[in-house]
């Protein structure tokens, strides 16, 4: 068992990244991506790619889908004032109002009205925190306009501005309920096929939806990880996947979350101590020194150093298996982040069930 301290730092959370490995466009084929295995069984990480998925899971088992749809969720557009002027919508309230970020030279006051992508305006309402209150000036739906006239919100580090074939390649084959402005880039690996031979080899499939927020890329901003408080994103566990989870810890199978966002969803629906139907807000913030009680796999991505994400795989597979893991990974010249190449860890033995 490894050994760690739960009062850990931000700073434990850092490492370098040649800037050569982030991934900056995704591979032609989805599942020609790389997967670095952490085998609890192996002293050393094994270098696999992600179709040979079906060789480290078992009939029996069941994956966890966040079925979550991206949404062209960027505009660009001016003041009335002729001021430039960027929106990043966080969350569609009603078809007519959203919250959103807005970068601009100076920051826009309740009552200015947004002319975006020349095409359609909206007035700021009121500001919430980091975020702006927006409302359409004339009958439209949010969704409409933005799947018309918006761009895809590439991560802050893909330095490059947004392509016809990011609409598809940012966007997993099985998305379906939409609200994300990010990605749960964890399924992008997955294409039609593999998830059919999943399937044949007799291996389960469930989802959840979790509407991944930008707040995913701010940073933390405090070196104390107990003062960080999550951003609030939208979550949905289902009764039937309940039930299906329950189903598998029954005959002995593994709960295998597909992302970290599955991962939360998760276990935000097992907080009141077992695993209920949850829907709602999820805040929880998972540090090393979290019981999991849902999760068994885990699937994901290779993460932002000093981010929130980096620190819940380090709870879930450990501090030291993962920081070597990074290390292997950048000398291996692994591709990195939303684009780039994945891990399968397994969960640390020290943890319960909630159910």
Do not use: W
């Not at 569609?92 to 030279?105: D, E, G, N, V």
């Not at 002995?252 to 970290?260: F, N």
Request: with cysteine; net charge neutral.
């Amino acid at each position: 068992m490894q050994c760690y301290h739960t009062d850990m730092k931000l700073s434990d959370f850092d490492y370098q990244l040649p800037p050569e490995l982030i991934a900056y466009q995704p591979l032609a084929e989805r599942t020609e991506s790389r997967l670095l295995v952490l085998d609890p069984c192996s002293p050393q990480p094994k270098d696999q790619y992600f179709y040979q998925l079906t060789q480290f899971l078992q009939a029996g088992d069941l994956l966890v889908f966040n079925n979550t749809k991206v949404i062209p969720a960027r505009l660009y557009g001016k003041k009335a004032s002729g001021g430039k002027l960027e929106v990043l919508i966080e969350r569609i309230q009603t078809p007519q109002r959203a919250l959103a970020h807005i970068r601009a030279s100076k920051s826009p006051k309740a009552g200015t009205v947004l002319e975006l992508e020349g095409a359609f305006q909206a007035i700021i309402l009121e500001r919430e925190g980091e975020l702006f209150q927006l409302q359409l000036t004339e009958p439209a739906n949010f969704f409409e306009l933005l799947d018309q006239y918006g761009h895809i919100p590439l991560p802050p580090y893909i330095e490059r501005p947004d392509l016809a074939t990011d609409r598809e390649r940012y966007q997993t084959v099985y998305a379906e309920k939409l609200g994300a402005v990010a990605a749960p880039t964890a399924g992008l690996h997955f294409d039609h096929r593999l998830l059919t031979q999943l399937a044949e080899q007799g291996i389960a499939s469930t989802t959840v939806t979790l509407h991944v927020g930008a707040g995913t890329f701010q940073p933390i901003r405090t070196e104390d990880l107990s003062q960080h408080k999550m951003h609030a994103e939208y979550v949905e566990v289902s009764a039937a996947t309940c039930e299906a989870i329950r189903a598998c810890k029954a005959r002995g199978g593994r709960v295998v979350a597909v992302g970290t966002t599955s991962v939360r969803s998760l276990e935000t629906a097992a907080q009141a101590g077992s695993l209920q139907p949850y829907t709602g807000d999820t805040r929880l913030f998972i540090k090393l020194g979290y019981e999991f009680k849902v999760v068994d796999v885990l699937i994901t991505n290779f993460h932002l150093p000093q981010s929130s994400l980096l620190i819940l795989v380090s709870a879930f597979a450990g501090y030291e298996s993962i920081k070597a893991a990074y290390q292997h990974a950048i000398k291996q010249a692994y591709r990195f982040f939303s684009y780039g190449d994945a891990m399968l860890l397994f969960r640390r033995e020290n943890n319960r069930s909630a159910v």
